[in-house]
């Protein structure tokens, strides 16, 4: 990522919004978040509505077309009419900018993304009655989202057997994992034809106001997929964050099933659904090992990263739970 002061980002920004013919006056830009691979900032304006800016940190982006790319992706799920924010410029539309080598600068869609507000706060009440639905509508616009056209990193793999990898590698040890590699082996559902799938569909990449889902966000993970991998992932019980109700703490998997049904999505088999779910459980709790090991192999020192590690235990008791019995 580039450099730069305060004053130095606020005249490159002022920069792009003037070749875009948009109000640049009276700029200020407001960090949002410190998070490890992007900066996020909201930009207020006199007499204009608010933008958010989001750049990666390190020098080499992530993807070949830096967040250009992830860009592309959420204007083709817009097209499909999920709700996103509106994309206004990338390091592609201003590559010779100094705001940075990957960036995006958006429309700021108002409302809340922290968990414990949407799921407890008494002003997201009617939102929560609403959000299961919603979300099984947002989904079925994502997974009708032609992929043609889309950037040549929206690509598909074998989960299961990148995650075998991943563990491997690690040097993970678990009898409950291993359980679970061996059921999915033996339950994997028909393969269904792939479709844009967001990746990481859950609290804490939705935007939410009172009136419920206001816009879906953080698409750095979309790719080729089989539907239902969306659904079982958003029903994870770490995505709940101590909510009652197994969809995002809120709702009951019959409901969002039948509202993403109505909205057009595919028809839901119970049996696939709940195999996406039992591979998102496993997913997330390789993932804290990941995190786990990037603490204890000294590559980044992190209670945070520590404290993730141990939920290792709590996918474990999750996985054998499901595995025993599947939820109706």
């Known amino acids: 990522m580039s450099r730069l002061d305060d004053h130095g980002l606020?005249?490159?920004?002022r920069s792009i919004l003037d070749d875009l013919d948009e109000p640049s006056d009276g700029i200020r830009l407001l960090p949002l978040s410190g998070g490890a691979s992007r900066q996020t900032s909201r930009i207020e304006r006199h007499?204009?509505?608010p933008l958010i800016l989001q750049r990666?940190?390190?020098s080499q982006p992530r993807l070949a077309g830096g967040m250009a790319d992830e860009a592309d992706v959420v204007s083709a799920a817009q097209g499909s009419g999920v709700p996103v924010p509106t994309m206004l410029a990338t390091n592609r539309s201003h590559p010779d900018t100094a705001v940075g080598p990957s960036f995006l600068l958006a429309t700021a869609i108002e409302g809340e993304t922290i968990a414990r507000k949407i799921l407890r706060?008494?002003?997201f009440a009617d939102a929560r009655a609403r959000l299961t639905a919603q979300c099984g509508?947002?989904?079925a616009s994502i997974h009708a989202t032609p992929t043609v056209g889309l950037p040549p990193h929206v690509t598909g793999t074998d989960q299961l057997e990148q995650y075998r990898t991943t563990m491997r590698d690690l040097g993970l040890v678990s009898p409950a994992f291993e359980l679970a590699f061996r059921w999915l082996d033996r339950h994997r559902p028909a393969a269904r034809p792939p479709v844009l799938v967001h990746g990481d569909f859950r609290l804490g990449n939705l935007i939410v106001d009172t009136d419920g889902l206001a816009a879906v966000i953080d698409w750095e993970l979309a790719h080729l997929s089989d539907p239902m991998?969306?659904?079982?992932?958003?029903c994870v019980r770490a995505w709940r964050f101590g909510g009652a109700g197994p969809v995002a703490g809120v709702g009951a998997r019959v409901d969002l099933w039948s509202a993403y049904e109505a909205a057009g999505g595919a028809v839901v088999d119970p049996d696939a659904a709940h195999w996406w779910e039992v591979l998102g459980h496993l997913k997330w709790g390789v993932?804290?090992?990941?995190q786990l090991a990037a603490h204890t192999s000294g590559a980044v020192r992190s209670v945070e990263l520590a404290a993730i590690g141990r939920r290792i235990v709590e996918q474990e008791y999750d996985l054998v739970r499901l595995i025993e019995e599947r939820p109706t």
């Open 47 to 49: 007499d204009a509505a």
């Open 137 to 139: 509508a947002a989904l």
């Open 56 to 58: 990666e940190r390190t």
């Open 10 to 13: 606020v005249e490159a920004v």
């Open 121 to 123: 706060d008494r002003t």
């Open 229 to 234: 991998e969306d659904l079982g992932w958003l």
């Open 287 to 290: 993932m804290c090992g990941v």
